[in-house]
T-cell receptor, first 117, second 111 residues
Framework: EPEVTQTPSHQVTQMGQEVILRCVPISNHLYFYWYRQILGQKVEFLVSFYNNEISEKSEIFDDQFSVERPDGSNFTLKIRSTKLEDSAMYFC???????????????FGAGSRLTVL | AQSVTQLGSHVSVSEGALVLLRCNYSSSVPPYLFWYVQYPNQGLQLLLKYTSAATLVKGINGFEAEFKKSETSFHLTKPSAHMSDAAEYFCAVSRGYIPTFGRGTSLIVHP
């Protein structure tokens, strides 16, 4: 069964440091996503990526965040200067393109837990 | 804006008992609705989805959900809980290609 893989599984960093979370989506998928879940809260949408550019982003995805697909397989989320409130589980997901918008199914990775001290 | 509300952050049942996880949605257009499950140390996996073909949707592992427009609900049920059902369950509604998730309900199954 194809899967989305995320690294690292857990990262601890100091406030103000840059963090890069990495994801390898399923190879034939064309939509990529980042979500995050702060402990005890909702799974929140951050950004979606299609055709090598951001297709949508939420209010959370401010100038501190960026995404990149540096090669044909990796999809990264960078946080430039981490804040305490960035501590969360970050989920990468991917989905096939096409079909009826709204009916597409996302395949998620196991998540990267970020702890900012 | 579309959103979902999951009632109860934790639901505890005995093995063999009925499982009922509640989800209410808010949507200005006919929604696409999903239930995802997250087992420990794994990513979210699709349990089932509603795309207007039938109001009662059957998913994997014996779960099903019924879309009730009059109640704006999409509750998840399973007649008989198994220990392996212990997990976090997320309801989601989709807008375009972007699902919006609830905060999740943790299902605890007692022997």
């Amino acid at each position: 069964e194809p899967e989305v893989t995320q690294t690292p599984s857990h990262q601890v960093t100091q406030m103000g440091q840059e963090v890069i979370l990495r994801c390898v989506p399923i190879s034939n998928h064309l939509y990529f996503y980042w979500y995050r879940q702060i402990l005890g809260q909702k799974v929140e949408f951050l950004v979606s990526f299609y055709n090598n550019e951001i297709s949508e982003k939420s209010e959370i995805f401010d100038d501190q965040f960026s995404v990149e697909r540096p090669d044909g397989s990796n999809f990264t989320l960078k946080i430039r200067s981490t804040k305490l409130e960035d501590s969360a589980m970050y989920f990468c997901a991917s989905s096939e393109a096409g079909g009826v918008p709204g009916a597409n199914v996302l395949t998620f990775g196991a998540g990267s837990r970020l702890t900012v001290l | 804006a579309q959103s979902v509300t999951q009632l109860g952050s934790h639901v505890s049942v005995s093995e063999g008992a009925l499982v009922l996880l509640r989800c209410n949605y808010s949507s200005s257009v006919p929604p696409y609705l999903f239930w995802y499950v997250q087992y420990p140390n794994q990513g979210l996996q699709l349990l089932l989805k509603y795309t207007s073909a039938a109001t009662l949707v059957k998913g994997i592992n014996g779960f099903e959900a019924e879309f009730k427009k009059s109640e704006t609900s999409f509750h998840l049920t399973k007649p008989s809980a198994h220990m392996s059902d212990a997990a976090e369950y997320f309801c989601a509604v989709s807008r375009g290609y972007i699902p919006t998730f609830g905060r999740g309900t943790s299902l605890i199954v007692h022997p």
